[in-house]
């Protein structure tokens, strides 16, 4: 859980707040330790004295109670510490692929290119979340930036510095060292790497009357002090400002709803962003959200791969161009029942269904093999062409069937599998299990009608394929 205080919230505060909120969450059955860390944002990946972390592990999924499933958990979980109204709490979930964000759901940059105010980014920004809200494929959606925190603008009075004979670079790098700290050196001891690091004692800069305590030599070798050469103002804005192609920009994070695909749920983004974005503003993805608008267009690539390969090895095992197409035109069989059990299965075409149908290429292209391989045997020894694919049939009929009962059966404990896979387990179960189902049953009847078609046509170009010295293989049932 991403904790954020109001923007000016001291770090004592925030702990404190954390405390409480740890003490809520240890208190419910389905968590087994809390550990709460203050200074940290997670979403905007910086430090800040008004935000903080919560890391909750659960207990195993048959010890949590009632509520075992991991959306309801975190519902819950969110639920107990709303209490808490010191705070704002955001209930996150890692990202399916760690090391590309901090946190999962869709990370979407918008950009400002017109150069704008900061406070008008943040505008646009809760116009654009109030729009995605309203779409049923967006569960929720927020941004962490912010243009209220408490700041002080510092003005150098160049022209009295001019005077003073003071430098304004010296008078920064003052500054620096003593407000907020410059690394000069390090050393190591006992085995260790130590830094020297150069800050004023905190008592010593807590206000802004610590300015006349702090001196900086001009060119006569004299101290000036700093309060002469500086002043504060009293400002407010935000507390990083992040780039994204060098624009100013800020990231809104987004959860898909459930029985919604994360696909989907760019779609509605773009769908939303085409029309609640203003002129010179855009977005942009990042995280793992990018790395699935550009790969998305790889999986029809992949199954293109696939089915040419297939081809190329059965061209060359049959020495022909033209009988692998029999093979490759009895796999749509299969593609069909896929999509018929997912869609009975309540899911969504996702990567695990994709994974599926190329699983289902080599297993239904095996079946297809075995037929007209043991077709071909007996037309090379003589027998008619609709009696060879007939022949064929008969003899790989109970292998086939055998085979594919054996892996429908052994798929179907997926379909019953519970706990944080249990979606993934439901969707290969799901699209394998009704892809072998009609491959085979459909498979069965349209391989023979497709080797007499394409065998036709390749004895009309290369001749007849009867060889005098061929001789009819025993039929098994092995």
């Known amino acids: 859980m991403n904790a954020t205080l109001p923007p000016g919230a001291s770090l004592e505060r925030t702990t404190e707040t954390l405390d409480n909120a740890g003490k809520l969450l240890r208190e419910d059955e389905s968590v087994e330790t809390v550990i709460t860390v203050a200074g940290i944002d997670l979403i905007s990946g910086s430090?800040?004295?008004?935000?903080?972390?919560?890391?909750?592990?659960l207990e195993d999924a048959e010890e949590r109670g009632s509520v075992k499933e991991i959306g309801a958990v975190m519902g819950k979980l969110t639920g107990k510490v709303s209490a808490l109204t010191e705070a704002t709490f955001f209930p996150i979930q890692p990202p399916t692929v760690p090391g590309f964000?901090?946190?999962?759901?869709?990370?979407i940059v918008l950009q400002d290119r017109t150069g704008g105010e900061l406070g008008q980014l943040s505008e646009v920004s809760q116009g654009f979340i109030g729009a995605l809200m309203q779409r049923p494929e967006i569960a929720s959606a927020f941004t962490m930036f912010a243009t209220g925190y408490p700041q002080w603008e510092i003005e150098v009075n160049e022209e009295r510095a001019s005077q003073l004979g003071v430098d304004v670079e010296n008078l920064l790098t003052v500054m620096q060292v003593y407000y907020g700290s410059v690394q000069v050196s390090d050393f190591n001891r006992f085995g260790k790497y130590y830094r020297v690091v150069m800050q004023a004692e905190p008592d010593a800069r807590m206000?802004?009357?610590?300015?006349?305590?702090?001196?900086?030599?001009?060119?006569?070798?004299e101290m000036v002090p700093m309060n002469s050469l500086v002043s504060l103002k009293r400002v407010y804005g935000p507390q990083t400002v992040d780039h994204f192609n060098l624009f100013n920009s800020l990231t809104?994070?987004?959860?898909?709803?459930q029985g919604f695909s994360t696909g989907q749920a760019i779609d509605a983004v773009r769908e939303v962003a085409a029309t609640a974005l203003p002129p010179g503003y855009s977005y942009d993805w990042d995280g793992v959200s990018r790395e699935e608008v550009e790969s998305g267009g790889q999986s029809v690539y992949i199954f293109i791969l696939s089915l040419v390969f297939v081809y190329l090895l059965l061209s060359a095992q049959y020495e022909s161009y033209l009988l692998p197409l029999a093979v490759i035109m009895s796999i749509p069989a299969g593609v069909l029942g896929v999509f018929f059990g997912v869609m009975a299965a309540g899911l969504e075409n996702n990567i695990y269904v994709q994974i599926a149908m190329i699983m289902l290429i080599g297993l239904l292209g095996k079946n297809a093999i075995l037929i007209v391989e043991y077709a071909i045997q007996r037309r090379r020894a003589g027998m008619g062409l609709v009696e060879s694919a007939i022949e064929g049939s008969k003899a790989r009929f109970r292998p086939i069937l055998m085979t594919s009962l054996a892996f429908t059966a052994g798929l179907l404990p997926l379909l019953k599998a519970t706990g944080p896979s249990a979606i993934g387990n439901h969707s290969i179960g799901a699209a394998a299990v009704g892809g072998m189902v009609s491959g085979t049953v459909l498979g069965v009847l349209?391989?023979?009608?497709l080797y007499v078609v394409f065998q036709s046509l390749q004895e009309r170009i290369s001749g007849p394929a009867h060889d005098p010295d061929a001789e009819v293989p025993e039929i098994t049932h092995e």
């Open 47 to 57: 430090s800040s004295p008004s935000a903080g972390l919560i890391f909750v592990s």
């Open 207 to 221: 206000d802004p009357s610590s300015l006349g305590e702090v001196f900086v030599k001009n060119d006569t070798g």
């Open 252 to 257: 809104v994070n987004a959860n898909v709803a």
């Open 101 to 107: 964000s901090n946190v999962g759901g869709l990370e």
């Open 446 to 449: 349209i391989i023979p009608v």
